[in-house]
């Protein structure tokens, strides 16, 4: 159980609302009051000469920033791009990558809606197909899950882009073994790692993968609109951002560096986020936000009546969790019963839906408690008999 040797930050190093039970912190990450006042202290920076900010000292402030993101993901330092969200990434590479038609390009039935669509449109341009491998839950296994989508590749596969960590789900896919596998035949792969810096211990360089993306907005709770773009040596000179700029001739970084001018200053405040969890422990964060997710996710389960048919589904997971409900609910249902837990209850949670079946996915960072499920459990059990007679999806 959760154990209380030292003392971690908690709710106090957060401005969040602490009338609610906040417990979607993989929604949109929420940054500590030390991290906006680092941030805060870039824009003042910035706004007291902006001409001497933006044009001399950002590039080195950038490489700065670069050097210590890159050593943090264990990425080489010459790949890595700052872009604003894990969209935007998502969507350079798959702009990018040369599709023909009668190529494939492979996903599963996990991935994010934003990408999936940014898929239908790169393949639909190219008159290439996409095929989506279905990848059940519970998970049974880490290989059970690295075959639904390995099984599915073809000969006509180009591309494979999986989650590192879904957001459906929370499942956390054994990229290692999809991507060493597809590396053997010679398939590209795009890991939308959204969720996964900081959450997991990432390895960029070990993992292998053609592309890497990742926010630090979420689990490294830097400010909004700092992420990560990784791409491997033999793709950097074929890949240019959405925006193209000053320096879109002169090479890879410089490309990514300036498209046009903006607001840096989440950029560079992620050095104070890292420095916080780093302060923290990373690996204690973890465990801590693991066992409290596991925890919290079967506190409210039960209380529904719905965790005797899930307890297996408890592994390949991190920080965050489902919660089944007892029947599936059409979409309008879904954001109704999210609109009564928050409205009703200050209960701030996502419904999600996989393969048929409805869920609460819940998130723990260490700004929350037990309490904070507990309360979930009591909305849940209080409003699921109004909600769940809604149309069936
Ligand atoms: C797996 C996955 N990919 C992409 C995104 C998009 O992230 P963003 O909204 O930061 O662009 C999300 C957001 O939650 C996600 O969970």
Sequence with gaps: MLTAEA?????????????????????????????????????TAMEREPMTFLVRRLPELLESVRTEVATFLHADPDGVVFVDNATAGMQTVITGFPLGAGDEV???????????????????????????????????????????????????T?????????????LVFPVEEIVDHCRRRGVAVLVDGAHAAGLLP????QLGADFWVGNMHKWVCAPKASAVLYAAGQWREKLRPLVASHGVSLGYQQAFDWTGTRDPSAILAIPAALGFFRQAGWSRVRQRNNELASHG??????????????????????????????????????????????DDHGVIVPVTHHGGRSWVRVSAQLYNTLADYERLADALVTQWPAVGCQPKA
């Design 7 to 43: 003392r971690l930050p908690d709710a106090s190093a957060w401005t969040l609302d602490p009338c609610l039970a906040y417990l979607n912190h993989g929604g949109f990450g929420a940054a500590p009051a030390c991290v906006l006042a680092d941030q805060e202290a870039w824009r």
């Design 106 to 156: 492979l996903t599963t039935d996990h991935c994010y809606p934003a990408v999936l669509e940014q898929l239908r449109l790169a393949v639909r341009a190219a008159g290439a197909q996409l095929r989506t491998a279905p990848v059940p839950l519970p998970a049974a296994s880490r290989a059970a899950v690295a075959d639904a989508v390995l099984s599915e590749l073809s000969a006509r």
């Design 158 to 170: 180009r591309l494979v882009v999986v989650d590192h960590v879904a957001s459906c789900s929370g």
């Design 202 to 205: 990432v390895d960029v360089s």
């Design 297 to 342: 996710a079967k506190l409210a389960a039960e209380r529904l009546g719905t965790w005797a048919e899930w307890a297996d589904g408890d592994g390949l997971a991190a920080a965050m969790r489902l919660v089944p409900l007892p029947a599936p609910l059409a979409a309008p249902a879904g954001w109704e019963l999210e609109r009564r837990l928050a």
